[in-house]
């Protein structure tokens, strides 16, 4: 058991794309089904198109970097309108299968070979992350303490991240002390007491859909930039329900929870991931267990620490019992 | 849904497509599976030559529509298929690939595939319009029955979705999970013990029943008492999916694999259709288990009680019936169904891990557009997204055909959201 590489990559993986990616993707989820109580199941997709919208137009139209992030900002607006119309008057579950539906047909088109002429099939797009990394500050070399380090590209990739996570965070932390989050906060606990206050209902719960979009789909960039190519299988239901599950494990309806949540999700993941794999290849399982088989184990351990979170402790590890907007229907 | 929908839209969509051994090469080779609407093709003369045109082997498929032809180095090949040895009726879907050039690599066998499509269905050819009209109304034809055959597994496994969310108000996203979970079972008792797939099945859905009630029984029952919320119970069933289809994935494998029996039956042609008969047979058994499901909802007293916790559980409950009792059934019932609908769909693509998850936004569409909660309204819708679903290969690319059903969904929570057969007062 090689201890010491499974210690890097765990610290690494604490602050590494996917925790980021994530993060952004969860704190979007926040938005949506912590503070406002709307089951968005569809975020992969928001991401997806945001991800996409910028790479086709770099990588297929050769048109500018900036004017990529604009389509895709825009793309992921259109698809909150697209779906948020049709279902924000209606109950939570039809809106959870419309979500996963929508996610599916975006998807779908990506990966379809009809359309891979601009998506590129099931192989996406790359060559389109140039401008990005044209304007890394960091001079080429690893940046980090110890082993614990990264490349150039990396850490600037990990920089933008994280400066975007703490501007989301703020954002958050500042809309839900106005009064607009506390309408909000309102309609998930009694969409008919904030209406008969006069309140527009559908318009605040389309607002909170297209903000946690627009925040979401900044993971979606990074998701994109941080591997310099964009896939359509990237961005399953499954993406969606980690999201999900690192909401409910950091807490709904708290600032930072996303954020806490997400480093906790990839950092027990890689570290369960090398620890089972090491030990496979050390012959200390049982030869049940193979080197092919053996990551099917930490998604087992996903879905029953899913699970096991919402039967025992629904407000996960900072969020209060009182605020979780489980109840709604 | 992922790469094995892809090979069922393939599959249904009468293209050949290579079924991967899971034996590991020695040396190189070419080497595929010839099938016209899943059906394998025999007796077809497939040679293969050098970059330099230089002849290296030629092979027949056999009766199970398997060719292989080893060749000396990794290095490109040309093969061709003898289109004149093609069986009656059948044809390249693309007339002007009859000749591939394939690259094989260091060590492993390539699969080589051609499309066949029965004769007037091609495209790329000039011969395609000679007998357009009367080989449009063949193809609907032959769509329309693959549609029902779909659409008929669709029901099967929106009768117990849909019931379980009537009485409970559950929308169970592990409910596919119960599908693949049958077709594993049956996959077991019949690949791995060998023992013959009718018994198989019949094995798979009495566990799948068991399973079913052992879930009401020791989970969602138990969750039900401790007063957890409608909401809080579907992330659990997505949880709950999560770690059932990763043990699935644990224990079976990421490839997709078929039965034992009835992998190569010969097709038969029925007016314009032609299926193996399995697919009639299986469609048969679909049919007699819905007929059967739907009249004990309508005639028996246990129906009757499941229809009015359906309808209002406070109220059933204040009337004497055993609400608990109710839910166990149609938990038990719902898995035994889910678990046939589950080897009635592996025996019409592969039996894989994925396979529930894949079918379930398309019982999930049948379902809504049926009505959640009615059991007939899921009947009804189920088939109507069948249909449509393969109907639609005539306008839209197959690859896209799952597209145009999960847009139906959303227009119809758009126009009636309550469904086709569902009441107005049921969305909130």
């Known amino acids: ?329 | 849904m992922r790469r094995a929908v892809i090979a069922f839209t393939a599959f249904l969509g009468g293209l050949v497509f290579l079924l991967s051994s899971p034996a590991w090469a020695d040396g190189e080779a070419l080497k595929g599976t010839l099938q016209n609407q899943g059906q394998p093709v025999n007796g077809v003369k497939i040679s293969v030559a050098g970059e330099d045109g230089k002849p290296v082997g030629d092979a027949t498929t056999g009766s199970d529509g398997k060719w292989e032809v080893p060749v000396p180095e990794a290095g490109t090949y040309k093969v061709t298929l003898d289109q004149s040895t093609l069986p009656q009726g059948v044809g390249l879907k693309f007339k002007d690939r009859a000749t591939l050039n394939v690259q094989v690599y260091e060590g492993s066998e390539r699969n080589v595939l051609f499309a066949l499509a029965p004769a007037g269905q091609q495209g790329g050819g000039a011969a395609q319009s000679s007998s357009d009209s009367s080989s449009f109304w063949d193809r609907v034809a032959q769509l329309t029955f693959e549609g029902f055959n779909l659409g008929l597994i669709i029901a099967l496994a929106a009768m117990g979705l849909s019931l379980v969310f009537g009485t409970t108000g559950l929308t169970n996203f592990a409910h596919g999970e119960l599908l693949t979970f049958g077709a594993m079972c049956a996959y077991f008792f019949n690949v791995v013990l060998g023992i013959p797939l009718v018994l198989a099945a019949v094995i798979s859905v009495v566990i799948g029943g068991v399973f079913g009630y052992t879930q009401d029984r020791f989970f969602w029952g138990v969750l039900r008492k401790r007063g957890s919320s409608l909401v809080a119970m579907m992330i659990i069933s997505i949880g709950l999916a999560l770690f059932l289809r990763y043990v699935f994935l644990f224990f079976f494998g990421g490839e997709g694999a078929p039965f034992a029996d009835y992998n190569a039956q010969p097709g038969i042609q029925v007016g314009p259709i032609s299926a193996a008969p399995k697919n009639f047979i299986a469609m048969g058994i679909e049919l007699a288990v819905l007929v059967i499901v739907g009249l004990a909802l309508l005639k028996t007293r246990v129906g009757k009680a499941a229809r009015a916790v359906a309808d209002n559980p406070a109220l059933a409950a204040s009337s004497g019936i055993n609400v608990d009792g109710v839910i166990r059934i149609i938990w038990t019932v719902g898995g035994a169904v889910a678990s046939l609908a589950g080897v009635m769909l592996g025996l019409s693509q592969n039996v894989s891990y994925q396979m529930g998850f894949q079918i379930l936004l398309l019982v999930f569409a049948g379902v809504t557009l049926g009505g959640l909660g009615t059991a007939f309204g899921a009947l009804v819708g189920s088939i109507v997204v069948g249909l449509f679903i393969q109907l639609s290969t005539v306008v839209v690319p197959t690859e896209l055909k799952t597209v145009g059903a999960l847009l139906v969904l959303i227009l119809v929570m758009l126009f009636r959201p309550q469904g086709i057969l569902g009441r107005r007062e049921r969305i909130g």
């Not at chain 1, 928001?46 to 137009?57: E, I, R």
């Not at chain 1, 998604?299 to 979780?324: A, C, N, S, T």
Request: aromatic content about 14%; overall charge positive; hydrophobic content about 55%.
């Open chain 1, 1 to 329: 058991m090689d201890w010491n590489t499974i210690f890097v990559t765990t610290v690494k993986a604490s602050i590494g794309l996917e925790t980021v990616v994530y993060a952004l993707a969860a704190i979007g989820v926040n938005i949506q089904f912590g503070y406002a109580g709307l089951l968005n199941f569809g975020q992969a997709a928001f991401l997806g198109v945001a991800a996409y919208g910028m790479a086709v137009t770099v990588a297929t139209f050769h048109l500018p970097f900036w004017l990529g992030i604009l389509i895709g900002l825009a793309a992921t607006i259109v698809l909150a309108f697209l779906l948020g119309i049709p279902t924000l008057r209606l109950r939570a579950d039809y809106l959870a299968i419309v979500t996963i539906a929508a996610a599916e047909i975006v998807r779908l088109i990506f990966r379809s070979v009809k359309f891979s002429s601009v998506f590129g099939g099931s192989d996406g797009r790359q060559n389109f992350s140039g401008d990005f990394f044209a304007m890394n500050p960091y001079s080429p070399g690893t940046y980090g303490i110890g082993p614990i380090s990264f490349n150039e590209r990396v850490t600037w990739v990990l920089t933008v991240g994280w400066v975007l996570i703490a501007i989301a965070c703020g954002l958050v932390y500042l809309l839900m002390k106005s009064p607009w989050g506390r309408v909000l906060k309102a309609i998930r606990e009694d969409e008919d007491a904030v209406r008969s206050l006069g309140k527009n209902v559908f318009s605040y719960k389309m607002q909170a859909l297209v903000l946690g979009g627009v925040v979401g789909c900044l993971g979606g960039f990074l998701f994109a930039l941080g591997q310099a190519s964009v896939q359509p299988d990237l961005f399953s239901t499954e993406f969606t329900f980690y999201a999900y599950t690192i909401v409910i494990l950091g807490g709904a309806a708290r600032v930072f929870s996303p954020v806490v949540g997400a480093a906790i999700f990839w950092v027990l993941l890689v570290f369960v991931g090398n620890t089972l794999s090491e030990a496979v290849s050390a012959g200390l399982l049982p030869s049940l267990f193979t080197v092919n088989n053996i990551g099917a184990v930490r998604f087992m351990l996903v879905g029953l620490g899913l699970m096991l979170l919402l039967i025992f402790r629904p407000q996960g590890i900072f969020g209060d019992k009182r605020e979780i907007a489980l109840d709604a229907r």
